[in-house]
């Protein structure tokens, strides 16, 4: 009995170590291929994306709301500018409802598909494409049960995603939407431990929108790829500023002392618009952010407008 546990042990042994050596060798080739991936992509002329001359940012889903709105772990916003209304993300839905918090919330504000011109998705997560119903199934929706009809342009972050009779188009590089307007492109990361021993890296995309007179602010669903790798490639990418940033920055409950090196590089860009996500950082980094930028940093929350001060 004894032979026998030990022989097992030892095989037991073997076998975790075969699996984390690979999986460790997958997480050094992922971290060779992002690092191949913003060489190219620092090379490449930057792109003219145009400028508008209003931004507004309205979040219809997130995990803060004014009174009167659902609320949840998620993200969805409507960007406006002037040429064009773009829904960013499709927030999270984890009971599988019809209607989602999402179309209550459109309802509510008197929004309707038939008002978005185009929908970009920032990254392949529950809380970003419609909740954990869509995500199995490598697809996206508004709603819980079905999926609504969709007549405009989706753009997603992964080639394998699909939409029954939709298009979609996988916007793996910079690519303009309208007059101002465009991603950053697929900014790939190294995931956190333990998710890179089964998934090495993933990849998401924000949105630049370049306002007129002012620069570039960017719109994010998680920064999973971290606030200096999105500057670094939104910089190389475009040939304006950047001024703001609007979005998930993923900062948990860091402290702000801990913050303190990601805050300085937000003081550089001398930002006239920051605003935090509330569903992937806790109080302590929305107090530290709003403490470190007191006249330009606007709390998020369902059904509150965000615009750059005149």
């Not at 209003?54 to 409507?78: A, C, D, N, R, W």
């Not at 394998?160 to 298009?167: D, Q």
């Amino acid at each position: 009995m004894k032979k026998w546990f030990a022989r097992f042990a030892l095989v037991a042994l073997i076998g975790l170590l075969l699996f984390v050596g690979i999986a460790f060798t997958r997480l050094q080739l992922a971290i060779h291929e992002i690092n191949q991936k913003a060489q190219s992509l620092s090379q490449a002329a930057p792109l003219n994306i145009g400028e508008t001359a209003t931004l507004e940012i309205l979040p219809l889903y997130e995990k803060s709301s004014q009174p009167g709105f659902e609320s949840g772990h998620g993200v969805s916003y409507l960007i406006r500018t002037d040429s064009a209304a773009i829904l960013f993300d499709l927030g999270n839905n984890l009971t599988a409802s019809s209607p989602s918090a999402l179309e209550i919330n459109m309802a509510a504000l008197g929004i309707g598909l038939d008002q978005i011109a185009l929908i970009v998705i920032s990254h392949r997560h529950p809380d970003h494409i419609g909740g954990q119903n869509w995500w199995t199934k490598q697809t996206f929706s508004l709603d819980g049960q079905t999926q609504p009809i969709l007549h405009q342009p989706v753009y997603i972050p992964e080639s394998g995603m699909t939409y029954p009779n939709g298009k979609v188009i996988f916007s793996e590089t910079p690519t303009r939407l309208a007059k101002g307007v465009a991603t950053t492109g697929l900014i790939t990361f190294t995931q956190p431990f333990p998710i890179w021993l089964a998934m090495p890296k993933g990849d998401e995309q924000s949105l630049a929108i370049n306002v007129r007179g002012k620069g570039i602010v960017l719109v994010t669903g998680c920064g999973h790829m971290g606030l200096a790798s999105l500057l670094e490639r939104s910089k190389a990418a475009f040939d304006s500023p950047i001024i703001g940033v609007v979005g998930g920055l993923h900062y948990g409950n860091a402290s702000a002392a801990a913050l303190q090196p990601e805050i300085n590089l937000m003081r550089k860009l001398h930002p006239q618009i920051v605003a935090l996500s509330p569903h992937d950082s806790e109080a302590s980094a929305l107090d530290a952010f709003a403490q470190a930028f007191p006249s330009v940093y606007q709390p998020i929350q369902v059904g509150k407008v965000l615009t750059l001060s005149q």
